[in-house]
């Protein structure tokens, strides 16, 4: 086994020129290409909420100009949604690790997986030349007729880029479902993929299902705001109230594309942390595909009071209720995985355990608001920002940063410093609730969302939530030295430093180019641990 | 809730609500995490405790933790749902108030024509239906001590309603983004006892808002067709509001609110049956306000309550 191990160059040697990365058919480089640029998105998105959370810090507006505020806040949600939270799991580590957990060579189209990179590129470039050129204020939601007839602001340069990068999630779908259909080695049965080939599985149909009807509405906003053909707009006789069921029937299940990769590498990480099978695995297959597809049900809990019908609006409460269900059997068999583990607190561990615990936060408050009588007061205040940022950003970013832990050393080949990490991954958990459940409070007390300056009675909750802001800044910049540190002076990690279960395990670190010297046989279910 | 008053009818229900399930949520967040912590304690590395066995027969360990939080969900479902009925279904007994929105204001016309702007007054223990429509895009007129919020579309009508139950003066806000002064576009809602109330609508009187319409009915020409000496073919209009009234495709519609308002916006619509399509759209030439007002003449027109006063 050594000898040939050391024979086959590992992926990031195969090849130096900026040539052999920029026109890469290796899964591992595009994610790469991948990690880059998200992070780059990250930042920028970041620097938008530094300067939301910098004027909201008084309650007057002070710091910049209602129209600057609005373009501040619709830069950060269309960058962190389309251009960092939807790609970040599955485009990173999805691509890098889905062919190697299930025991292939690369993904079924190596070309289009490349050519997806670069559309997300090109959709960047859209969105950053819209930021250069003055910015966007229609809110990342694009509500008409605001969007189409009254915003004197960039909107078709940012709807080109959001359209744009659209299709490089279509087409990501489109080849992860082909690639677990057709390329899983010898004994890789649907019930013995890991959770997080599963969840990628589940993603994938969203992404492949959801996205086509983005793509239409964009275009439907495009013809009437530069064709005037009435569409959204009552004066142009059409109806508002379309874009809206349009847009949730997308971005309702885009929250999936950005939760369900975080719940499979959650899934990874306690298994690895307990060194024990998960509880339920059929349970949380079905729960994965359960989610998949209720989750194109019940986009109008977003319109309790938008002019839908009462009738409408009975039924859309009802199955955002149920939705929750499987949700919740997620979280009582991640805390029974843990029942008779052998629990080592690594720092990927605790971005694991930190996100139960925030998610679990994040879904509770989600059946606050699927309750229309409580919506009707909660919607469209703080109490909705601190929700889905519960979801989003303690849920979906602390699992990705938690597998970009965990993974570190199968990626890159060096071990980084645990107790830096560990740091990290605590203060990361502080500083967030630190930011977002005073939010909760001020929500709750009516404070609408999207305002540059608020009434007075606000101050107090909105100084925490900066302060949060603070902490939660540092947290995420702390990786960044470490992860370079570790590049250059990290130990070298063997092909298992966790003494972790999976196929990506098996192989050397970093993997060779075509990931195995030989296809794996596989022979047991996933996370086959043996107690001590 | 900390510092917003219950100042409705509903708020004391809704906060019920919240309380039962910022309970319940409680009851959940504990229950994991004690477990996870003892489980985290017990099972530590390092620690001697017997790990053995696997945990294959789980099927009625799943099943538990699936129904149960089923049957709370449903049972949730059913308070919120009862609540949300009553909070979609005014009384009637309530007084209607006219709301316009638009970039970045809000005005208000009560039935006897007193107009404000960015404020309103209110009487406690007095059912209120407020009837709202946008010029421009869409805004929403959320109140937050009556825990209510709707919102308000361009070329449709809104509605909800409530009853103020404690005098005092409460944040109004736009809560549906509307662009650069969104933060702006609030005011205040002020309410007074009943006996204050009547002093400050006879203080602020002016012509009711279904004489301001006949004004208008005559002022835009709508007179000119519409009334009995006409020569123009054209329906009389008299007591219209509340028929069924069949049009010309053969469809049978209800002449309310949205019905006569888009008579007024777009009567190559709904044409009324036995009538040519002549009435020209008005669309372009009138405002909200004032098909407001046209829509309060229309529905008092041959009845009795179109003489004026002759309502209360
Ligand atoms: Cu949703
Ligand atoms: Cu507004």
Known sequence: ???????????????????????????????ILYAVSITFFFFLGGI?????????????????????????????????????LIPSIPNTLGNFLLPIMIGARDVAFPRLNLFSWYLYVAGGIFTVACLLLGGVDTGWTFYTPFSTMFSNSNVMLTVVGVFIVGFSSILTGLNFIVTIHTMRTTGMTWFRLPLFVWSMYGVSLVMLLATPVLAMTLALIAAERLLGVGIFDPALGGDPLLFQHFFWFYSHPAVYIMVLPAMGVVSELITA?????????????????GIAVIGFLVWGHHMFVAGQSMYAS????????????????????????????????????????????????????????????????????????????????????????????????????????????????????????????????????????RYHQYPAEYGLLNILSSAGAVLLAASY??????????????????????????LEWTTSSPPPTHNFEAPPVVTEGPYAYTHP | MNFLPEASGFAPRIDGLFYAMLGLSALVVVAVFTTMLVFAIRFRRG?????????????????????????????????????????????GDATTIHVVGKQWMWEFEHLDGQRE??????????????????????????????????????????????????????????AEYCGTDHSRMGGAVIVQTPQDHARWLASHATGSLAEQGRALFTRYGCAGCHDARSSVHAPRLDGLYGSTVPLADGRQVLADERYLHDSITLPGSEVAAGYAPVMPSYKDRIDEADILALVAYLKVRGTDRETPHASR
Not at chain 1, 5 to 18: I, M, R
Not at chain 1, 52 to 74: C, H, Q, V, W
Not at chain 2, 56 to 78: N, S, Y
Not at chain 2, 124 to 148: E, K, N, Y
Request: aromatic share 16%.
């Open chain 1, 314 to 449: 009975i039924v859309f409460s009802i199955l955002s209720f149920i939705i929750a269900v499987p949700s919740a059997i997620k979280v009582f068999n991640w805390t029974a995985t843990l029942y008779k583990g052998d629990i080592a607190f690594g720092a990927p561990m605790i971005y694991a355990l930190g996100f139960v615990g925030l998610f679990m936060l994040g879904g509770l408050t989600g059946l606050f608001l699927a309750a229309t009588a409580l919506d009707v007061n909660l919607t469209d205040t703080y109490f909705v920002v601190a929700h889905f940022h519960y979801i989003m950003v303690g849920g979906s970013v602390m699992a990705y940063l938690g597998g970009i832990h965990f993974w570190w050393p199968k990626i890159t080949g060096r071990m980084f410093s645990e107790a830096w990490a560990r740091f990290a991954a605590i203060l990361m958990f502080l500083g967030f609730n630190l930011t977002f459940f005073p939010q909760f409070l001020a929500g709750a007390e009516g404070m609408p969302r």
């Open chain 1, 273 to 289: 942390g307990v060194r024990r099978r998960i509880f339920g695995y059929r349970f949380m297959v079905y729960s994965i595909i």
């Open chain 1, 1 to 31: 086994m050594l000898p040939a191990e050391q024979a086959a160059p590992s992926y990031l040697t195969d090849g130096n020129t900026l040539r052999s990365w920029l026109a890469t058919h290796d899964h591992k480089r595009i994610a």
């Open chain 2, 117 to 174: 702007i960015d404020t309103l007054h209110l009487a406690t223990g007095q059912p209120v239906r407020l009837v709202m429509i946008s010029q421009d895009v869409i805004h929403d007129v959320s109140i937050p001590a009556f825990r209510v919020k709707q919102d308000v579309l361009p070329g449709r009508y809104t509605q909800m309603w409530f009853t103020p139950t404690r005098p005092g003066t409460y944040n109004l806000f736009c």
């Open chain 1, 48 to 84: 938008a909420a530094a300067l939301i959370r910098l004027e909201l810090a008084t309650p007057a507006g002070d710091l910049m100009s209602a129209d600057t505020y609005n373009k501040t806040f619709t830069f950060h949600g269309v960058v962190m949604v389309w251009f960092f």
């Open chain 2, 47 to 91: 620690r001697n405790v017997d790990r053995s066995g696997e945990s294959h027969r789980d099927l009625g360990i799943e099943l538990t933790w699936t129904l149960i939080p089923f049957a709370l969900f449903v049972g949730i479902f059913a308070w919120s749902i009862r609540l949300w009925i009553d909070m979609r279904t005014p009384p």
């Open chain 1, 477 to 502: 910049l702390l990786p960044i030295g470490y992860f370079l540190w570790s590049l250059r002076f990290g130990e070298r990690a063997g092909n298992d430093p966790w003494g972790a279960e999976g």
